[in-house]
């Protein structure tokens, strides 16, 4: 069993943290990256709120807003073209009333300095989000419009380079709501989720004709909700289980049923999966801790024969000084290079990190192995010596070999 464990853990994909920096103090959240390790997010500064970023090699670079105080990126495709959304303002201030702002979804072409917002579709709207960008350019999220005879409701959307239209998604149910979150043009699909019945349901749509909304299903229980997907068509998300017992990220194959990841311990209830690259390795986040409720940012590979689920804060090198020491709290995106974005704790903060996977493990020390290893020099009672090791595996193959030979009804009769 020690040697399964230690050839467990030294198998596992280690990571080196690089913190992708501030741009004006105050938090930092990253939502993409592409397959050039660019990244994209928001941080929030001491002269305005929110502000979207670029980040590329250690440059964490300002998008600006429209006018309206601001900004944030979504997403970036491997072209570099950048999405999100921004705050402009549509009634201006007087003397009685402040200003009027609406958000408005964004596209920043690659090279160029100054976000555009992307056309409205028919339909009378008054906020619209651009959450995804494929590598063919087309752009999906959500709107709030007037749907006429259901009024004013959240929609996906689905923006096309080509055409330069906004086509609204359709719906599960008369008068309800859609949104769409992950496009993918290999696929010539989109995923997110509908309302379905007091709940919502994961859903995926052609980008040809978004109108069509396929239900997705769920783990059993009564919701579940669409993430990304990749160029094999394979959807992740997270869904309710039997008797909504507990929330738990998935993986739906193109052609096969909806598979859960579990959890990090059999007593927790919360898992979801955010991305997935085209080796299968996906990301998210996960329970962590059964008091008051910690998440932990997570890896899994539905390639693996025995997949399982990792949380990435034991694949991490650990910083000897504790108090500059991160807890990863969630992965938001993998490239296929397993690069992996997500946010997390760092001296109180919420800062955005980017994983870079290392080829030789053993030069990542998580912060676990390293108070292991502080705790025997300390001469903790939980650590062995050399000498101790040898004793404790003399006597384990002494017991393996009695048990071989043990009479078997001796051995019924202690079972």
């Given at each position: 069993m ?54 590329q ?51 920043l ?11 409205s579709?028919?339909q ?29 409701a ?12 906004t ?15 992950g496009v ?112 932990h ?29 991160w ?19 760092k ?69």
């Amino acid at each position: 069993m020690v040697l399964m464990l230690a050839s467990m853990t030294a198998s596992a994909q280690k990571y080196q943290v690089i913190d992708l920096g501030q741009l004006s103090g105050g938090s930092v959240t990253v939502y993409d990256l592409n397959s050039a390790g660019i990244a994209v997010g928001a941080a929030s500064g001491s002269t305005f709120g929110w502000h979207g970023f670029r980040w590329q090699d250690g440059l964490m670079t300002d998008l600006g807003e429209l006018d309206g105080g601001s900004s944030y990126a979504t997403a970036i495709n491997a072209d570099g073209d950048i999405v999100g959304a921004a705050y402009r303002i549509t009634t201006a201030a007087t003397d009685d009333s402040a200003a009027v702002t609406q958000l408005r979804a964004v596209l920043l072409p690659s090279g160029i300095s100054e976000f555009t917002e992307l056309p409205s579709p028919e339909q009378t709207v008054t906020e619209m989000k651009a959450l995804d960008i494929d590598d063919a350019g087309n752009v999906v999220g959500y709107v709030y419009a007037d749907m006429a005879d259901s009024g004013y409701a959240y929609r996906g959307f689905v923006w096309q380079p080509d055409t330069g239209l906004t086509q609204v998604a359709g719906v599960l149910e008369d008068g309800g709501s859609s949104a769409l979150r992950g496009v993918n043009a290999a696929r010539l699909q989109a995923v997110g989720y509908a309302s379905q019945s007091g709940y919502v349901h994961a859903v995926r749509i052609d980008t040809s004709n978004p109108n069509v909304l396929s239900d997705l299903g769920t783990l059993g229980g009564n919701s579940s909700q669409g993430a990304a997907l990749n160029d094999a068509g394979v959807v992740v998300g997270w869904a309710s289980t039997a008797s909504d017992a507990s929330t738990e990220g998935f993986y739906l194959p193109a052609a096969g049923d909806m598979q859960g990841i579990g959890q990090l311990d059999s007593t927790f209830q919360y898992s979801k999966a955010t991305d997935i690259n085209n080796a299968g390795l996906l990301v998210g986040s996960a329970q962590s801790n059964t008091g008051t409720v910690i998440y932990h940012a997570v890896v899994y590979d539905t390639a693996a024969n025995n997949p399982g689920l990792q949380d990435l804060n034991a694949l991490i090198d650990c910083n000897s000084d504790s108090n500059e020491r991160w807890t990863l709290t969630e992965a938001t995106a993998i490239n296929d290079q397993g690069q992996i974005v997500g946010y997390g704790a760092k001296a109180g903060v919420t800062r955005a990190f980017l994983l870079n996977p290392v080829n030789d493990n053993s030069d990542v020390i998580s912060c676990a192995e390293a108070d292991a290893a502080s705790y025997q020099n300390a001469g903790g009672g939980g650590a062995q010596a050399p000498g101790e090791w040898l004793l404790l595996a003399l006597l384990l193959l002494a017991k393996l070999g009695w048990s071989r030979w043990e009479p078997i009804w001796r051995r019924r009769v202690r079972l």
